[in-house]
């Protein structure tokens, strides 16, 4: 029961024995299957890999011992300067120069497909290249501009990557699940096999963006790492020691590459956070019902105590505002019936931004340092550090966040959650093949609760986040602004960024979306091994304590991002893209 309570995801994503776990049912459906998926899958990446032109390949890609590193320099030695330039302008300064004529959008397309296709090569981070189409989108708004002397949208020409769970035309979805290859999820005959397109995809098609390439997930979705059987395993691109993170993995590295200016991923338990701070960029966890999720692709589809969001990663804040604002400029609650009618609100971002606004009504944070049960390695602590004597020396107060219910009691009902069905929806998308599950993921098998259990855990959900709600209320007291902290200053993961096979706590991040509040990850610095030495003192407070720390070697983890996370309330996507702002650059300037 210690182990549970130190941190029950483990239990379901348990590696050991996952193979035994099949019933008699499973065996006989995927018998004749065995000896096929290894080949399907093979079949797949090729063909992604063969779309790739001859005079865009790597020949040689060095080993991990040879170049750790393959941001920056290295992979800029294979772009041309002009390629350099777009690649390297964020999203702001692309629509800028794109809306105005600037630049066109044919030529920003073929820069970023270019290095998208290199970004694969170094770190296996797609897994639908459409580049064909993208640039052919790009000479219809090039036309268009021509021909009307104005943009097709607020996006117009900007090209947006998408995570693996989005539906395209004409481009297959299958979500690192061999079985899904040449189906529509799961299932042929639908008549949707490449024609069904999700909401958000309409959405930014109509705001003028080029949409270029799916890029790479777990198999499941419940996994802070990104591997599945084919295209094997993401690497962190500036550090491949370690793991670009999960599940929006491939979205990360191809970002961290620049690949990408811009790109979406989803979050059920860290989704896009883990693999934006992994990957030194920024990442929002929207709260749900902010940004259409319709028409996308799951895992676990109908289970609606902890539903998984969708929101954006990108190299700057103003990226994220930007599409953010311009999604909600298209009205998705007409279209997405869980979208909120909640139009993007300045005021709000306002209210941080302006530096009168902030002397009238000063802003309070408070800081987590560790949750009781995990601590953070050194150089995550250092980043904590870092940014809370940064708002002190710019007159904020900062005080000790201690909640209460404890995040480990949170984990604890995200968990049963999460599990409610036992696991049968992975294990029938696994049955569809016969392929294994990777040791990450998969665990044990359980039987699916009944709904007198779901409806016991949603109780409980709710008083957790009553009770956690009344202690926010309560910290007025201790702000000296009359008014409760604005934001929490947490650790996304105890670790700069996992290493393979070595996720081992979760719950930095999963707290957030039990809670469902709106979380925003910045990058900060890196890790330093002269600096960020192991704690040969450390005493720890359990069994998955002692297995984290036992995991940092400042050797293996030099030159690592590191990020921290800031978590404001429910719905308070604005607020928070405002504040990471505000906080980056007091951190970087």
Request: overall charge negative.
């Amino acid at each position: 029961m210690q182990k549970k309570h130190e941190n029950p995801r483990q239990l379901y994503f348990k590696p050991s024995q996952r193979q035994q776990q099949s019933t008699d049912q499973d065996n006989e459906s995927t018998a004749d299957m065995g000896s096929d998926w290894k080949k399907t899958a093979k079949d797949k990446a090729d063909s992604i890999n063969n779309l790739i032109p001859q005079e865009w390949r790597i020949k040689d890609v060095p080993s991990i011992e040879q170049q750790r590193d393959v941001t920056g320099p290295f992979i800029q030695q294979y772009l041309s300067k002009q390629e350099i330039e777009i690649t390297e302008t964020d999203a702001v300064g692309i629509v800028t120069q794109t809306t105005s004529g600037a630049w066109k959008a044919v030529d920003v397309a073929k820069a970023f497909c270019h290095r998208a296709a290199i970004a694969h090569q170094l770190v296996n981070c797609l897994h639908e290249i459409f580049f064909d189409a993208a640039i052919a989108d790009a000479e219809k708004a090039d036309a268009y501009f021509a021909e009307h002397k104005k943009p097709l949208g607020v996006l117009h020409g900007l090209p947006v990557s998408l995570k693996d769970q989005f539906h395209v035309k004409d481009v297959e979805t299958h979500m690192g699940y061999v079985g899904w290859i040449g189906t529509f999820e799961g299932k042929k005959g639908t008549n949707k096999e490449k024609v069904f397109e999700s909401e958000m995809v309409k959405e930014l098609r109509g705001l003028g963006a080029t949409l270029y390439c799916k890029t790479s997930v777990p198999h499941t979705l419940m996994c802070g790492e990104t591997i599945n059987n084919i295209i094997g395993y993401t690497q962190n691109p500036a550090n491949r020691n370690l793991s670009t993170g999960g599940s929006s993995g491939g979205e990360g590295a191809l970002i961290g590459l620049r690949g990408s200016p811009v790109g979406f991923g989803t979050d059920i338990g860290g989704s896009i956070r883990i693999p934006a701070a992994f990957n030194g960029l920024y990442g929002m966890r929207p709260s749900t019902g902010r940004l259409p999720y319709q028409g996308m692709a799951n895992s676990g589809d109908g289970q609606n105590s902890i539903l998984s969001v969708v929101g954006p990663l990108a190299t700057t804040p103003d990226a994220l505002s930007l599409v953010t604002q311009a999604l909600l400029s298209k009205e998705p609650w007409l279209l997405d019936p869980l979208v909120h009618e909640i139009p993007w609100r300045p005021e709000a971002a306002a209210a941080i931004s302006d530096p009168v606004q902030r002397v009238s009504k000063p802003l309070s944070f408070a800081v987590l340092r560790h949750d009781g049960t995990c601590a953070p390695h050194p150089p995550v602590a250092r980043a904590v550090d870092l940014v809370v004597k940064k708002l002190e020396s710019l007159g904020h107060k900062v005080i000790t966040w201690d909640p209460k219910p404890t995040h480990a009691r949170l984990m604890e009902i995200c968990a049963k959650c999460w599990d409610f069905d036992g696991g049968a929806d992975m294990r029938s998308a696994f049955a569809l093949s016969g392929e294994e599950p990777a040791p990450q993921i998969l665990g044990e098998k359980r039987p699916p609760v009944d709904a007198t259990e779901i409806a016991a855990t949603n109780v409980e959900k709710r008083e957790a986040q009553k009770e956690y709600m009344e202690y926010w209320n309560s910290t007025a007291e201790l702000t000296g602004t009359g008014r409760p902290v604005d934001a929490i200053i947490s650790p996304l993961a105890p670790f700069a960024a996992a290493r393979p096979n070595g996720y081992s706590y979760y719950t930095y991040s999963t707290f957030v979306n039990l809670l469902d509040y709106t979380s925003v990850v910045l990058p900060v610095t890196r890790v330093d091994k002269s600096v960020d030495k192991k704690d040969e003192a450390f005493k720890a407070v359990g069994e998955v304590d002692q297995k984290t720390q036992d995991l940092y070697d400042p050797e293996i983890y030099d030159g690592a991002h590191v990020s921290i996370q800031l978590v404001g309330r429910k719905l308070q996507e604005e607020k928070m893209l405002a504040l990471a702002k505000y906080v980056g650059e007091a951190i970087h300037s």
